[in-house]
């Protein structure tokens, strides 16, 4: 089937169909749509969300419908109220130029008895969650003994929603003579159990490849520790300003506080989640399909049937319990032929989820750093300059505030009116992210141990000629080993320098670093700011520059101890004695 007129579609449907734009059909419409047409076999169809599975079942029930009888002939089941709304619409628009054909939308949090008048009138085709659909079932409003056609669709999201009861209750309700689809993405135990208990004999159809991802969605992660994973999704939204996306969060409550966070922050982002009324989710949605705003916070859960288009990147938050659930979430971009970006912000305990992701739906992740400051305010500054090129200028409205504005501005070369331009929009971004810190985690290698990695780092520091810098930070500013490291590397923007010992004491720190990065790294680290210091580093000297008045003495080789010692000569060497004061490393 190359086009919708070689389907075996009535004329009806094909002129509504055309008038929409289709004309080839998806992989999974030219698979199914003859099949339903002349076969009343059970079907079992894998296809991920938005390759076009509403058209594929609903074209065929459309058209099989006997418009003279207005009892429920069709039954569609989906997992929540914006898919169910989303079916009806598309369905309604197929079905226009057929007279007497009605589509009823059943859902929870509407009224249920405007619903059930709406089934009174007439309702050839009715399109259910399955909460609704059951309590109807129980009020005998919704009778299903007519039902020749049942549609599981996103069958297993509604089983991961705990839809199991209501669906046995309801197919238990249909004639057994009646043809059953199931339309899903994974194949599941569960998927497994219905289809032998209420399927005969299934023809089984695949749009894609089972257990895959879309091949035009590019897969990334970051490892940071787990405290950094905000730094992080706001770098990613400041790296990306057309972000265009949603943020998966693993609870109600991470939900919330990431949404708010990001708004208090100035994000144009919300979040939607189970404590949210109907109205207050419907508002949220509304904002965001129209792109009042970037980012979308959500569970799991809350996320089920969004139906959005043109989504540039879907952010994991946090990693999904159940591994088959990344594939749900990452299938939301990437549509309709676009390319998508699916991230994932992750520590070094969730590698072996990864691995697995990777293994079972043959997929491949990159590893990519996450932005520096430097590199953020750049994208920032050309975004901006690229806005102002791009900017329509309507002449007529600003053209009486001209003379002013040029008189005000007279003073001002063409050099410096573009820099306080520029630098008016832009400073926050300086001021925020002046000395930002490297927050990447360095990988453990995976494909040698322990053990080999510890005899390449000291066969590396062997053969490294090194020199010993002193930096004025230390414990007291919050410095560790791993937060200089990072200092190092954003310094010189690379994570190939090789750096050796480190020695972080109460107010200033020892490290060692390739003799030839000395000159580059003083000069990168100049004027940069830590914790609010302003940063000194030098090459070390028999005494380090440092506060002279400050009681700290340094173990390091340099530093030639006073001969003088009022700590005590026994007990333990980390506490305290007399007059001497501890240390720890931190």
Not at 266 to 279: K, P, R, S
Request: aromatic share 6%.
């Amino acid at each position: 089937m190359n086009s919708f007129t070689d389907s075996g579609l009535n004329d009806q449907i094909l002129d509504a169909v055309s008038e929409l734009g289709f004309e080839t059909p998806t992989p999974i419409q030219a698979k199914t749509i003859p099949h339903l047409l002349s076969s009343d076999q059970d079907l079992i169809a894998f296809a991920q969300t938005g390759t076009g599975k509403t058209a594929a079942f609903g074209l065929p029930a459309i058209q099989l419908t006997d418009v003279e009888n207005k009892n429920p002939q069709t039954l569609i089941l989906c997992p929540t109220r914006e898919l169910c709304m989303q079916i009806t619409k598309d369905l309604t628009n197929y079905s226009k130029n057929i007279k007497g054909i009605s589509i009823v939308p059943v859902y929870g949090g509407a009224r249920i008895d405007t619903q059930i008048r709406a089934l009174n009138r007439e309702a050839q085709i009715v399109v259910a969650t399955p909460g609704r659909a059951k309590d109807l079932i129980i009020r005998k409003k919704l009778l299903l003994e007519n039902v020749k056609r049942v549609v599981l669709d996103e069958a297993d999201e509604m089983l991961t929603m705990g839809f199991k009861d209501d669906l046995d209750a309801i197919l238990a309700e249909t004639h057994h003579k009646k043809q059953t689809m199931l339309f899903s993405a994974t194949m599941s135990r569960e998927i497994m159990a219905i289809t032998k208990k209420y399927m005969d004999h299934p023809i089984e159809i695949s749009a894609t490849p089972m257990n895959t991802g879309a091949e035009n969605v590019k897969h990334l992660y970051y490892m940071v520790h787990a405290s950094d994973r905000y730094e992080v999704l706001k770098r990613l939204a400041d790296m990306n300003p057309n972000i265009y996306g949603i943020v998966f969060c693993r609870t109600r409550r991470e939900t919330k506080e990431i949404a708010n966070k990001l708004i208090q922050d100035g994000y144009n982002a919300d979040a939607i989640h189970g404590e949210l009324t109907q109205a207050q989710r419907d508002d949220v949605m509304g904002r965001f399909r129209s792109h009042q705003l970037q980012l979308l916070v959500a569970t799991d859960v809350a996320a089920r049937g969004l139906d959005v288009t043109d989504l540039t990147h879907i952010i994991n938050y946090d990693l999904p319990d159940d591994i088959e659930v990344y594939i749900h979430r990452s299938g939301r971009t990437g549509r309709a032929g676009k390319s998508g970006i699916s991230i994932a912000i992750i520590h070094m305990r969730e590698t072996g989820k990864l691995k697995d992701i990777e293994r079972k739906f043959k997929i491949t992740f990159s590893k990519e750093l996450v932005p520096s400051g430097r590199d953020i305010c750049q994208k920032q500054l050309y975004s901006l300059i690229d806005k102002i090129e791009k900017v329509q200028v309507d002449d007529y409205q600003i053209e009486p505030f001209l003379p002013a504005i040029y008189e005000k501005l007279d003073w001002l070369s063409r050099e410096d009116l573009i820099k306080h331009f520029v630098s008016a929009e832009f400073n926050r971004f300086l001021a925020y992210y002046k000395g930002a810190k490297d927050i990447n985690v360095a990988e453990r290698s995976r494909s040698e141990g322990r053990g080999q990695r510890e005899k390449r780092t000291r066969e590396e520091r062997r053969r490294t000629p090194f020199i010993k810098l002193f930096i004025n930070v230390g414990s007291k500013n919050n410095l560790n080993p791993a937060r200089l490291m990072g200092l190092i590397n954003e310094g010189l923007n690379s994570r190939e320098t090789t750096i050796g010992k480190i020695e972080i004491l109460k107010q200033f720190s020892f490290f060692e670093v390739e003799d030839t990065m000395e000159l580059p790294l003083i000069d990168a680290l100049k004027g940069q700011y830590f914790d609010g210091v302003p940063l000194l580093v030098q090459v070390s000297q028999e005494k380090p520059a440092f506060d002279p008045f400050s009681s700290e003495r340094t173990q390091s080789r340099d530093y030639k101890k006073p001969k003088k010692d009022t700590r005590r000569s026994g007990g333990d060497k980390h506490k305290s004695g007399g007059g001497g004061r501890s240390r720890r490393r931190p």
